[in-house]
């Protein structure tokens, strides 16, 4: 999964960065709404943390522009300010939830699995495709009832095809899901976390759609 950070204090945007990556999650961190903005048009998240006192462009500013030019992705405002008018405001100009300085990363990651839940349609705590079942919050897949540890990048390409079951996913798209700015991107990775997954949950669980990309069967 994919994280837009927005957050111009270095030493909260450290603290926040590494304990999102420690969960899993791919980070591509900015300090302004500008290049905020720059970055959620050219590359798609599955969820943004914005604060709202930024330069360039205040957070207010940054979560209009993008949510008129059609951007629905999740976005939580991170600040301290607790102003009863900001958090209105914040709400009723597209923000999906409001976090308030200082915070608990623990209540943080699970707003944030909320609200991607709630982007892809599933409105429970654990995703499912009728025969398979993943836990975000221990990052557990179950099948026939055992449960199945993933490594973090196993879990980060499973938790893409499971938001989606029966949508084909191409090679960029799950790059984009378990890489972020400053890393490389590993030769094959992609067909090596696949063959991984594959081992573990049995080589018909993600289907290949040839010359397109892989699926996982939305079953009944």
């Known amino acids: 999964m994919r994280v837009l950070l927005v957050e111009d204090d270095r030493m909260i945007g450290e603290a926040i960065e590494s304990a999102l990556k420690d969960a899993a999650y791919a980070v591509d ?11 959620a048009e050219s590359q798609p ?8 006192g930024l330069p360039k462009m205040d957070g207010f500013e940054t979560l209009r522009s993008m949510r008129s030019k059609g951007n629905s992705v999740p976005l939580l405002v991170i600040t301290a300010r607790d102003a009863l008018e ?57 099948l026939g009832g055992k449960a199945i540890r993933l490594s973090s990048r196993e879990f980060s390409l499973l938790f893409a095809f499971m938001l989606r079951p029966g949508a084909i996913l191409s090679r960029s798209e799950l790059e984009g899901r378990i890489y972020g700015w400053n890393e490389e991107v590993e030769s094959n990775a992609v067909e090596y976390l696949i063959h991984a997954l594959r081992k573990k949950l ?19």
Request: hydrophobic share 45%.
């Open 45 to 52: 998240y599955d969820v943004v943390l914005l604060d709202l």
């Open 86 to 142: 900001d958090r209105l405001r914040g709400l009723d100009g597209g923000a999906d939830d409001y976090v308030l300085k200082p915070f608990e990363m623990a209540e943080l990651l699970a707003r944030m699995r909320a609200v991607i839940r709630r982007k892809g349609g599933a409105a429970g705590p654990v995703l499912s495709n009728g025969v398979l079942s993943l836990d975000p919050v221990t990052r557990e897949a179950d």
């Open 29 to 39: 961190w900015v300090r302004d709404g500008v290049t905020a903005l720059t970055a």
């Open 202 to 220: 049995g080589s018909t669980v993600i289907k290949n759609v040839r010359g397109v990309g892989w699926m996982i069967s939305k079953e009944r």
